[in-house]
């Protein structure tokens, strides 16, 4: 299962993710919903999430939140997307 990891460091499972220009849609399903929710509601936890080799910066405006089968979804708004190597990493993840 793929994993997210959160500006502070903080990873979770990540069951669902996906992004158009703008938007990220993520869920995780390791954390019960209050605690999803007080992570995707923190700024400073959002404000840099890495899942695979793609690193998404600036989506820290929470628009919703909801209990899928799959596990607690967020839908974030205000970032952008890039890839670890363009960051200039080698692959490292900060």
């Given amino acids: 299962m793929e ?3 959160f500006a502070n ?5 990540c069951t669902f993710f996906a992004s158009i ?3 990220a ?5 390791d954390v019960s919903f209050a605690e999803a929710a007080a992570i ?8 840099r999430m890495i ?4 690193v998404f910066t600036g989506f820290t405006t929470l628009i919703a939140v909801s209990v899928q ?4 979804q967020a839908v974030l708004r205000g970032g952008t997307e890039t ?5 200039g990493n080698n692959g490292r993840v900060d």
């Fill in 3 to 5: 994993t997210i990891t």
């Fill in 9 to 13: 460091g903080e990873t979770h499972n």
């Fill in 21 to 23: 220009p703008n938007e």
């Fill in 25 to 29: 849609y993520v869920a995780i399903d």
């Fill in 40 to 47: 995707f509601s923190n700024p400073e936890k959002t404000v």
């Fill in 51 to 54: 899942y695979g080799s793609r």
């Fill in 69 to 72: 089968p799959y596990g607690t």
């Fill in 83 to 87: 890839t670890i190597e363009s960051e």
